[in-house]
């Protein structure tokens, strides 16, 4: 089992940038691919952003494509999603998951079933 440890989260202004990072252990991180995913009050939790376990493929939603990029260190057991150009709309709970399976393409991966492992999330606030 793989524990994931995020951080990063926080309070920013409408148009400003944040790091998210996830900190791995447990299991060979490079082997799985790797996602995001946020829930806002009141509604349910929806897919964001995923990377394949070796970082050559992501894939978005496309609500935040060209604002938010993954990526991840795999020497460092750690993926992080940089997010610019934020929106209110992008306030919400933003958790790091594990892929169930090994060595899947990113989008292979984007539904929270493909997921067996997850953080404790971090807050992200947007203020306009």
């Known amino acids: 089992q793989v524990q994931l440890v995020e951080s990063g989260g926080g309070l920013v202004q409408a148009g400003g940038s944040l790091r998210l990072s996830c900190a791995a252990s447990g299991r060979t991180f490079s082997s799985y691919g790797m996602g995001w995913f946020r829930q806002a009050p009141g509604k349910e939790r929806e897919f964001v952003a995923s990377i394949s376990w070796t970082g050559g493929s992501t894939y978005y939603v496309s609500s935040v494509k060209g604002r938010f990029t993954i990526s991840r260190d795999n020497a460092k057991n750690t993926v992080y999603l940089q997010m610019n150009s934020l929106k209110p709309e992008d306030t919400a709970v933003y958790y790091c998951?594990?892929?169930?399976?090994?060595?899947?393409?990113?989008?292979?991966?984007?539904?929270?079933?493909?997921?067996?492992?997850w953080g404790q999330g971090t807050q992200v606030t947007v203020s306009s």
């Open positions: 998951a594990g892929d169930r399976l090994p060595r899947r393409r990113a989008v292979e991966a984007r539904r929270e079933t493909d997921f067996g492992s």
